[in-house]
């Protein structure tokens, strides 16, 4: 029996929590923590809305969830590496596996090089494994775009472009990302880092160029282009009025040699339709045998990364130790059996 721990429950963590409890059998899901003071002392089932029941109280302590011996430990808590170095040492400390939500924590050799070779070390001492993945990071611009590449003869040039719809973030990953500024607001939280947009371009960029052995000339460049509402447009929290930002275009360019390679162009807003927008996801390989993906309508970024989180424990668990990427991983896939029934070869 797999001893499944869950670190976070925001919007991934419960649906990680809801997705293992109702739809993924041979594991236990052991414990349950969570910085939000409301949910603790409440039962996980209830506060997930899950239909199976279980017997796990929601807590605030990671070393109390870590003292349960889990197996793997699912980290479905914040996206900058450097906030939760101390709680994956901690995992990596007590013997549990960690796949993360984490965008930075999917390739950290380039942003995070000594925290990257410290979890690195630290994993492999330890005999476990960790590793970062959801959508993007994880499948759109890396999983999925190298799989493509596995048809392509010479590759001059990949573009990607993927339209999400983020109206069911909540305000607080809204104003991370973007979302909710005027002008003047949105350019001043870009320049101090307050607003992030979208993390993890760079971290896909060098997963997909490494892995076609190749290197990047400089660093990954991004651009933001914010969009405004010309109305009033509702959120759940309340109405964001006409001149502030609805969404955003962020785009990640890399160049290979004297030449771009690689573009990636991710467009967040509250209400694609209204702006023209189509929701999907599209990735272009060209060369002498291009290849064209589309993935209509797109691929959820909640439901998705709460799925790459869950069907990826039993390669996580199989794996080598160390500090993985995707890339290092088998293919991930559903699994819908008993778990001690997957092929992992």
């Known amino acids: 029996m797999v001893?499944?721990?869950?670190?976070?429950?925001?919007?991934?963590?419960?649906?990680?929590?809801?997705?293992?409890?109702d739809h993924r059998q041979g594991h236990e899901i052991i414990g349950a923590v969570t910085l939000e003071a409301e949910f603790k002392g409440q039962p996980l089932a209830e506060v997930v809305g899950a239909s199976e029941q279980s017997n796990v109280i929601i807590g605030d302590n990671?070393?109390?969830?870590?003292?349960?011996?889990?197996?793997?430990?699912?980290?479905?808590s914040r996206s900058f590496l450097d906030v939760i170095e101390d709680d994956l040492c901690a995992?990596?400390?007590?013997?549990?596996?960690?796949?993360?939500?984490?965008?930075?924590?999917?390739y950290p050799f380039a942003r995070w090089p000594e925290?990257?070779?410290?979890?690195?070390?630290?994993?492999?001492q330890e005999g476990v494994s960790v590793v970062g993945t959801g959508m993007?990071?994880?499948?759109?611009?890396?999983?999925?775009?190298?799989?493509?590449?596995?048809?392509?003869?010479?590759?001059?040039?990949?573009?990607?472009?993927?339209?999400?719809?983020?109206?069911?973030?909540?305000?607080?990953?809204?104003?991370?990302?973007?979302?909710g500024y005027t002008e003047g607001e949105f350019q001043a939280g870009h320049s101090d880092g307050s607003i992030a947009g979208h993390v993890g371009f760079p971290e896909s960029i060098e997963i997909v160029i490494r892995a076609m052995g190749l290197k990047i000339n400089g660093q990954v460049s991004e651009?933001?282009?914010?969009?405004?509402?010309?109305?009033?447009?509702?959120?759940?929290?309340?109405?964001?009025?006409?001149?502030?930002?609805t969404g955003?275009?962020?785009?990640?360019?890399?160049?290979?040699?004297?030449?771009?390679?690689?573009?990636?162009?991710?467009?967040?807003?509250?209400?694609?339709?209204?702006a023209g927008l189509a929701v999907g996801d599209s990735v272009n390989i060209e060369g002498s045998h291009p290849v064209y993906l589309r993935v209509e309508p797109g691929?959820?970024?909640?439901?998705?990364?709460?799925?790459?989180?869950?069907?990826?424990?039993?390669?996580?668990?199989?794996a080598e130790p160390g500090l993985l990427t995707v890339h290092n991983l088998p293919r991930t896939a559903a699994w819908l059996g008993a778990f001690e029934d997957i092929d992992n070869r």
């Open 223 to 245: 651009e933001f282009d914010p969009m405004f509402s010309k109305g009033e447009t509702p959120t759940s929290y309340g109405t964001i009025g006409p001149g502030e930002t």
């Open 91 to 106: 995992c990596l400390n007590a013997g549990a596996n960690v796949v993360s939500s984490c965008e930075e924590l999917a």
């Open 3 to 21: 001893k499944v721990g869950i670190l976070g429950l925001g919007s991934i963590g419960k649906h990680v929590s809801r997705l293992l409890l």
């Open 62 to 76: 990671l070393e109390e969830l870590l003292a349960l011996n889990p197996t793997i430990v699912v980290d479905a």
């Open 136 to 179: 993007n990071p994880g499948l759109i611009f890396d999983s999925l775009l190298l799989l493509a590449t596995g048809a392509a003869w010479d590759i001059p040039y990949i573009s990607g472009r993927r339209v999400v719809d983020v109206s069911k973030f909540s305000q607080n990953i809204h104003r991370r990302l973007g979302i």
């Open 299 to 318: 691929m959820d970024a909640v439901q998705g990364t709460s799925a790459q989180l869950v069907n990826s424990i039993p390669a996580v668990v199989a």
């Open 248 to 274: 955003f275009s962020q785009i990640a360019t890399a160049q290979v040699g004297d030449r771009e390679f690689i573009r990636l162009e991710l467009i967040l807003h509250l209400d694609p339709n209204s």
């Open 115 to 124: 925290i990257g070779r410290k979890i690195d070390n630290l994993a492999r």
